[in-house]
């Protein structure tokens, strides 16, 4: 029964992604996992399960997978198992990428995280005559959270990075080890708060750059599935002429999601 995984990947692609191409012969269906870098085993997007056409095979995109780490994915089905060759998705920028909508991710102009904070829920009680305290907690710290700074430069950016914030999911921080910034710092999902915008130089108008800075808090994988990328024969088949898009469509971003 011939089976095979081949994972390649797109690191080119905007935004970066790794190509998932199953064989399973007899089968019509498969879960396909990410084995990340951290230890963690972590279901692609829309295949758990992957439906199988009818030569067994399936083809799919991970656009979560880790950045500069070696990466190997494995798919399941009731017949067994198959996995991918170990692969690096070779990318050296910061990204902020979109879980469900692929096309509003984008490369930033990262600014930091500010001073994090791991907080705890505990209650502090002082009974009378005791000389030390007795402290209650839910016995579990919290995640951390913090404020991220980003930079835009013109008013292309600034439009993107709103689109991509617009619908508060919680959003993948990339962030190259090469970096250097930590090993806390390269692979996150954040749920990011209000959204303070800021001039270069307070009270300077004639300036297009802005700072970008709202608290966010480290969360876990957001569920649910993704929506397909759109191309340029997206529009060709949907559109007869560029001012047909220009009537449906107000901004850049609405074009590339389809919104």
């Not at 910034?181 to 692979?187: K, Q």
Request: charged residues 20%; without cysteine.
């Amino acid at each position: 029964m011939p089976t095979t995984l081949v994972a390649t990947p797109e690191p080119l692609n905007n935004p970066p992604r790794v190509l998932l191409q199953l064989t399973y012969t007899g089968q019509t269906s498969a879960n396909i996992v990410r084995n990340d870098p951290d230890g963690n085993v972590v279901p692609v997007r829309l295949a758990d399960p992957a439906a199988l056409d009818g030569a067994g095979q399936w083809n799919g995109y991970d656009y979560e997978s880790w950045f500069e780490s070696s990466t190997t994915y494995t798919a399941t089905t009731g017949a067994g198992s198959v996995s991918s060759s170990a692969v690096t998705l070779d990318v050296h920028d910061i990204w902020l990428r979109h879980p469900g909508v692929p096309g509003l991710s984008l490369e930033i102009d990262f600014q930091g995280e500010g001073d994090p904070v791991r907080s705890v829920m505990q209650s502090v009680f002082e009974p009378l005559g005791r000389a030390t305290p007795i402290v209650v907690s839910d016995g579990q710290r919290k995640s951390k959270r913090g404020d991220i700074t980003i930079r835009t430069k013109n008013d292309t950016e600034h439009s993107s990075l709103l689109g991509l914030l617009d619908d508060v999911t919680p959003l993948l921080l990339d962030v190259p080890p090469s970096k250097g910034f930590g090993a806390d710092l390269t692979h996150q999902y954040l749920a990011i708060g209000d959204l303070t915008q800021k001039r270069l130089i307070e009270g300077y108008y004639l300036h297009p750059w802005r700072i970008w800075n709202a608290p966010y808090i480290v969360v876990g994988r957001p569920a649910g599935g993704i929506q397909s990328q759109r191309t340029y024969a997206t529009l060709v088949n949907d559109f007869a002429t560029y001012q047909d898009v220009r009537n449906r469509y107000t901004t850049y971003t609405n074009v590339q999601t389809g919104a």
